[in-house]
């Protein structure tokens, strides 16, 4: 029988992933926040997709339960504090996935558990939830996976379910790619409040865009990371169009009154060019914007 799966981050890529594991076989469970959720899951038995009812169990962080194969998946703001509440029942040599924009969490996680194999991931999938546990699987992307420096024939086994997996013998940069195309999209969605589309077809968006694409390079460039064969704003006006009628995480967290990964996106790009003395003012600008948006 295959290993169970603990899902940490019952948002809609968890739930998505659930589903995934659940029709690839594998046994699954969702580790919630609260008592609250954990009776709303509890009345249902499983998570709504297309009509279908894909079954899962779930359960609180201070269950007794080991847990070897693990998927993080929630915010990156939310990553510390979520690990921690189930630190004692993670095997030392567990199997771990770190799914989440941005970066910073994925290194954290792997210090935390120095004998685990911790996979990193990005995925393009789109998903949201109606109400809490009816999935809509919004856009088929696909999900990269792979380990810095090292090979994870295990990885193979999680493709038999409905989603794309690639494995990525340089995941490294595919997080850094994501990181940048964020950089560009994101706060400027969240701040302005509007579809990613109209980021490309409002003159004035497109110019800051575009000065944030330029500073990007800069960090990335200074810190040896080659991001695109082109240039970055060429790629990040592609996403966007692709996206069009989109709203980002970033702006729907900024509309609802939530925190938003803007310190694990533009806050580590900002980080980074600090280390390398580059002054980057106009992501610096909206990395206050949006954190100004959230006090």
């Not at 630190?87 to 558990?113: C, D, F, K, P, Y």
């Not at 800069?218 to 069009?244: M, R």
Request: charged share 20%; proline share 3%; hydrophobic share 40%.
């Amino acid at each position: 029988m295959k290993k169970r799966w603990h899902i940490l981050g019952a948002g809609a890529i968890g739930n998505l992933w659930a589903c995934h594991l659940t029709s690839a076989g594998f046994p699954v469970t969702l580790i919630l926040r609260s008592q609250d959720k954990l009776n709303s899951f509890s009345d249902q038995h499983g998570i709504k997709l297309k009509e279908e009812l894909y079954l899962a169990d779930a359960e609180l962080a201070d269950s007794p339960y080991p847990i070897e194969q693990l998927l993080i998946t929630t915010k990156s703001t939310d990553t510390k504090t979520a690990f921690n509440s189930i630190r004692t029942r993670i095997s030392s040599h567990a199997r771990v996935i770190v799914l989440q924009n941005g970066m910073g969490t994925q290194q954290w996680v792997r210090e935390q558990l120095p004998s685990a194999e911790v996979v990193w991931a990005s995925t393009t999938d789109g998903a949201w939830l109606k109400q809490p546990f009816d999935l809509v699987h919004a856009g088929q992307g696909y999900t990269r996976m792979g380990i810095p420096d090292q090979e994870c024939y295990w990885l193979e086994e999680l493709g038999n379910g409905f989603l794309k997996i690639e494995l990525d013998d340089d995941i490294a940069k595919t997080l850094w790619r994501k990181l940048a195309i964020n950089c560009a999209i994101n706060p400027l969605s969240a701040h302005f409040q509007c579809k990613n589309g109209e980021l490309i077809n409002n003159p004035n968006y497109l110019v800051e865009m575009a000065a944030i694409c330029r500073e990007v390079e800069a960090v990335t460039s200074a810190a040896g990371i080659k991001l695109f064969d082109g240039p970055l704003i060429e790629h990040a006006c592609q996403v966007a169009e692709l996206t069009a009628e989109n709203y980002s995480s970033m702006m729907q967290d900024v509309k609802h009154g939530r925190s938003t990964e803007i310190s694990s996106i533009t806050g580590y790009l900002c980080k980074l060019a600090e280390q390398h003395n580059i002054s980057i003012p106009v992501n610096q600008k909206y990395l206050k914007k949006i954190q100004e948006l959230q006090t």
